[in-house]
């Protein structure tokens, strides 16, 4: 078991220091060493093949130049966790609660806008909103991030069906 662990090393050392030889021993073992004897044959090993390592640059643009902004990079994930995209809903009365993920958490001088269907629900720090008396049919939820000029930072959507039965 050694025996294979120590095998690749041989097949580099000797680029370094001379040729390798190959013997077999008389229970049909296999070995590797760099003397040769009687038995033996030299193996004839390919030359390695290296490449210089280049070292990184230290300097690194900014942010700035390559045009993002801290706000851009303040929010890693925003999605609409309820309802859940492509989801199917039943309720008669039309009733859906919203509820958003955001990661990380809202920044100061930052709200969150939820709309429905293009009409504001909610406008503030809420990370849910409720719905009632829906009509039937597909309606789209959006939320962003807005900062204090309204300009969204991130922003997310899920689309969804109400089934309601008829009266």
Do not use: C, W
């Not at 709309?115 to 008396?133: C, I, P, Q, R």
């Amino acid at each position: 078991m050694k025996l294979i662990f120590l095998l690749p090393l041989f097949f580099y050392i000797p680029i370094l220091y001379g040729e390798v030889y190959k013997t077999v021993d008389e229970d049909g073992n296999i070995i590797f060493t760099d003397r040769p004897s009687s038995n033996s044959e030299e193996i004839k090993l390919q030359e390695l093949k290296t490449t210089e390592t280049i070292k990184p640059s230290t300097s690194s643009p900014s942010r700035k130049s390559r045009g993002e902004t801290d706000e851009s990079l303040s929010y890693k994930k925003l999605f609409v966790s309820n309802p859940v995209d492509g989801s199917s809903i039943r309720s008669n009365s039309g009733n859906v609660s919203i509820s958003i993920v955001l990661k990380p958490s809202l920044r100061s001088g930052h709200r969150i806008l939820i709309t429905m269907d293009g009409k504001e629900l909610s406008k503030g720090s809420g990370m849910s909103a409720s719905v009632t008396n829906i009509d039937r049919g597909t309606h789209t939820v959006g939320a962003s991030v807005i900062d204090s000029s309204s300009n969204a930072i991130i922003s997310a959507s899920s689309t969804f069906s109400i089934l309601r039965s008829t009266q």
